[in-house]
């Protein structure tokens, strides 16, 4: 299992390419995300997620997704009802500045919860053999910062709300725009009770 990130990544054709933002426009374009994801990405709401300190070419994948969900009404891409119609007048320059700017942002963490702490941690760093589910570090990383260059998300210190939707819409395949259906996969393994404790965990991850 140790193995499948680089795998995954080699999947990705990693040419290492770079992302070209511009950190100052975007805070400059960001004024619209702020009433949501606050002006510094921390946001508030635990059903908004923080896009403080995320992977740079992550954010500029889910805008480009989140707009062609809107495009293709779901059939392709990401489609939210809330977010995709905030992608979908943004240009691919837009979506590479805005991505710089929250990058370049310190997120807030949370904490972990107790009760599920031991169930989350054992998921995370070995997975269930039984289930035939693999660890989430393999591609999040030991500390929940994912892995940028392969635009696998930071999940450290994510809402645990969000983050338990998440996985829930990838189980149900509502959420569809992981390639190679990595996530759809992962989360399909899954029970109910892992996902909250693994989604309690990962706040006060890093
Ligand atoms: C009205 C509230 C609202 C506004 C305004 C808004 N967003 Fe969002 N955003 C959301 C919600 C809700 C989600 C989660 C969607 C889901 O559950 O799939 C989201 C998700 C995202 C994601 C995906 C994060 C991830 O971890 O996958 C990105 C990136 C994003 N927003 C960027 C932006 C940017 C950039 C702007 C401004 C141009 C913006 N948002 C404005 C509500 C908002
Ligand atoms: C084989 C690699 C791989 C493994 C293993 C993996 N993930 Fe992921 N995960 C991904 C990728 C790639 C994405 C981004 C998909 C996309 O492009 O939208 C993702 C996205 C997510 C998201 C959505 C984040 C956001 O900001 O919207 C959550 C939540 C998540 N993973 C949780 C987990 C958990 C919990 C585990 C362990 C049980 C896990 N993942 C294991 C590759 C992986």
């Known amino acids: 299992m140790k193995n499948l990130a680089v795998l995954a990544a080699l999947l990705l054709g990693l040419t290492g390419s770079a992302q070209a933002g511009d950190a100052e426009a975007g805070k400059a374009k960001a004024a619209t995300c702020a009433a949501c994801h606050n002006a510094d990405g921390n946001s508030v709401n635990p059903v908004w997620p923080k896009l403080a300190g995320q992977n740079e070419g992550y954010i500029v994948k889910q805008l480009q997704d ?50 599920t702490l031991e169930q989350g941690q054992s998921l995370w760093r070995g997975g ?48 569809g725009n992981d390639l190679n259906a990595m996530m759809r996969d992962v989360a399909s393994r899954m029970s109910e009770e892992q996902i909250q404790a693994v989604a309690d965990y990962v706040g006060g991850l890093h």
């Open 66 to 115: 989140l707009k062609k969900g809107m495009e293709t009404q779901g059939k392709e891409g990401r489609l939210n009802p809330t977010m995709s119609p905030m992608a979908s007048p943004l240009s691919q320059t837009d979506m590479e500045d805005l991505a710089a700017y929250f990058a370049s942002q310190t997120a807030q963490m949370g904490a972990a919860k107790k009760s």
């Open 128 to 175: 269930d053999k039984k289930a035939g589910l693999p660890a989430c570090q393999a591609c999040h990383g030991p500390t929940g910062m994912g892995m940028a260059a392969a635009k696998f998300p930071r999940l450290s210190g994510q809402h645990a709300d969000y983050i338990k939707a998440q996985l829930i819409a990838f189980k149900k395949g509502e959420r």
